[in-house]
């Protein structure tokens, strides 16, 4: 991959890590609203606020989500097959080896070495955008059909609930998001993302050096 391809990338990858930052600032303002401020605001702007808190979650994840896919593909998986022994047009090199080859090229760019990245692990953003169908599962499983969705408070919060029917709940004293009990910490994934702006920020200051 020459060096201006790799250009490409890396401001797509400071683009998309910038977007993150800011739907994660409107995050923390949203939420440094107090109880009492709240208890202060209509019905109607509670609702807006409420709304705004999983917009900016959602946002966030969604952005990451693409960071991640940048530099850790889905053809990275070994279920995915290489077709590189097919005729191509214009020898071109399939989907599949051009996204592991762009992978290594970053992971290289960046110096990241940690197989284990918390940003590698898309579990939580894929709950979210695959929504219908964890709705499909809470359908089929839940035994009282209680919902609870887009709930600001700790775990547990609501009494005599089970966890498989919360849905979407964020708790801002500690930055943990929970989806039907299991928990993902936004603060874990914010010190991920500053580690992976960070690197592509002396990345493209070394390419620019050169």
Same mark, same amino acid.
């Given at each position: ?9 890396l ?15 409107v ?16 019905s ?15 946002s966030?994840?969604? %952005? ?9 593909p ?13 005729p191509r ?7 599949t080896?051009?996204?592991r ?10 110096n990241?070495?940690?197989?284990? %990245?918390?940003? +590698? ?25 209680n ?10 919060g ?10 979407r ?7 943990n ?15 991920g ?9 002396d990345?493209?200051? +070394?390419?620019?050096a050169?």
């Amino acid at each position: 991959m020459d060096k201006h391809v790799l250009g490409v990338y890396l401001s797509e990858l400071e683009s998309q890590s910038l977007m993150a930052l800011n739907a994660i600032n409107v995050l923390d303002k949203v939420t440094a609203i107090d109880h009492e401020q709240m208890m202060d605001m209509g019905s109607e702007q509670r609702i807006e606020i409420n709304k705004e808190c999983f917009r900016s979650v959602h946002s966030f994840l969604t %952005h990451l989500s693409n960071i991640s896919r940048l530099i850790w593909p889905p053809a990275l998986s070994p279920k995915q097959n290489c077709f590189c022994d097919k005729p191509r047009a214009m020898g071109l090199r399939c989907n599949t080896c051009v996204a592991r080859m762009r992978s290594a090229e970053i992971l290289s760019a960046l110096n990241i070495v940690d197989p284990e %990245h918390v940003l +590698k692990n898309r579990t939580l953003r894929d709950h979210l955008e695959h929504f219908d169908e964890r709705i499909d599962h809470w359908m089929q499983t839940s035994e009282r059909r209680n919902y609870v969705q887009d709930y600001i408070g700790a775990k547990g919060g609501i009494q005599g609930m089970e966890e498989s029917d919360m849905m979407r709940q964020y708790d801002p004293d500690n930055g943990n998001f929970t989806f039907r009990g299991e928990t993902h910490s936004l603060v874990d994934l914010f010190a991920g993302l500053q580690d992976v702006l960070g690197r592509t920020r002396d990345a493209i200051s +070394k390419s620019r050096a050169f």
